[in-house]
């Protein structure tokens, strides 16, 4: 009398452990993908910085421009 309900219960066990096994996989996929995305926004970001760091951008060379023409404006103030 036992072993039918048994019988009946073995079969689901060893379905639902499948959904389990997918699930975990599934979690463990998505961390690692998680973790990949953000370590190469990450990467990118300080290669970006560096990259700025080393080149100089056209704002850059704007911003010494127009600082030396200031300095040059204010010295022909002063000079009259």
């Known amino acids: 009398m036992r072993l ?3 019988l009946a ?3 689901l066990t060893l379905m639902l452990s499948g959904c389990v096994v997918a699930t975990v996989a599934g979690a463990a996929v998505d ?3 998680t973790t990949v995305t953000t370590a190469a926004h990450v990467t990118g970001a300080v290669v970006r910085g560096a990259a ?3 080149v ?3 704002e850059d060379d704007k ?3 127009k600082k030396k023409s200031d300095e040059e404006k ?3 103030d002063q000079g009259k």
Request: no cysteine; proline share 14%; hydrophobic share 45%.
């Open 63 to 65: 911003d010494k421009d």
């Open 9 to 11: 219960i073995a079969p």
């Open 52 to 54: 700025d760091a080393v």
């Open 4 to 6: 039918v309900p048994l």
């Open 56 to 58: 100089p951008s056209d």
């Open 31 to 33: 961390v690692a993908a």
């Open 74 to 76: 204010k010295d022909d």
